[in-house]
Structure formats: structure tokens, C-alpha cells
């Protein structure tokens, strides 16, 4: 039931409102851990580590589901970013 609910919610978040149409958007609102991997990098193995010794990037957890909201993941770089004098 939960897991039904957060797929409807997360579909809703593809979605953009375009004048009076509804268009998909470029980039999804929520990843999953394979997701994160393709696009930032992080390999899945370092994520479950994260989690487990909860390293400062939020997730979702929904029954088995892990999701990442891509504004976390992007403030979570740039929290960690190294200024190089």
C-alpha cells in the first residue's frame, strides 16, 4: 500500500505543469541507488555503506525501496566540496 502511494507520488514529481499540458520532465525527482551510480558515480556498495554508518546523505525508505531525492545528492557534493588555494 505504502509502496503504491510513493510510486503515484513519485510520478506526480516527473511531471511539470507546461501551460495546459502536463510533460514529462528531464530529470526524475528520485533515484534509486543504480540511478545515483550512473549519473554521480557513487557505486551502490559505498551508498549501503553510507547508510549504515549514516554519512550525511538523506534517503527514503519505503519497505525494501531506497530513493534519493537529486537536490540531496547535489547538496551533499557541494558540502563536501574542497576550495584548493
Same mark, same amino acid.
Given at each position: ?18 501551460? #495546459? ?6 530529470? &526524475?525527482?528520485?533515484?534509486?541507488? @543504480?540511478?545515483?551510480? +550512473?549519473? %554521480?558515480?557513487? /557505486? ?11 554519512? #550525511? ?6 519497505? &525494501?525501496?531506497?530513493?534519493?531525492? @537529486?537536490?540531496?545528492? +547535489?547538496? %551533499?557534493?557541494? /558540502? ?6
Amino acid at each position: 500500500m505504502f509502496l503504491a502511494i510513493f510510486n503515484k507520488m513519485v510520478q506526480y514529481c516527473y511531471l511539470t505543469l507546461k501551460g #495546459n499540458k502536463m510533460e514529462a520532465s528531464t530529470q &526524475k525527482e528520485w533515484s534509486n541507488p @543504480r540511478e545515483v551510480q +550512473e549519473e %554521480f558515480g557513487f /557505486s551502490t556498495s559505498t551508498l549501503a555503506k553510507w547508510r549504515m554508518n549514516n554519512l #550525511n546523505l538523506p534517503f527514503s525508505k519505503i519497505g &525494501k525501496y531506497i530513493r534519493y531525492k @537529486r537536490s540531496d545528492i +547535489e547538496a %551533499f557534493i557541494e /558540502s563536501n566540496k574542497v576550495e584548493v588555494a
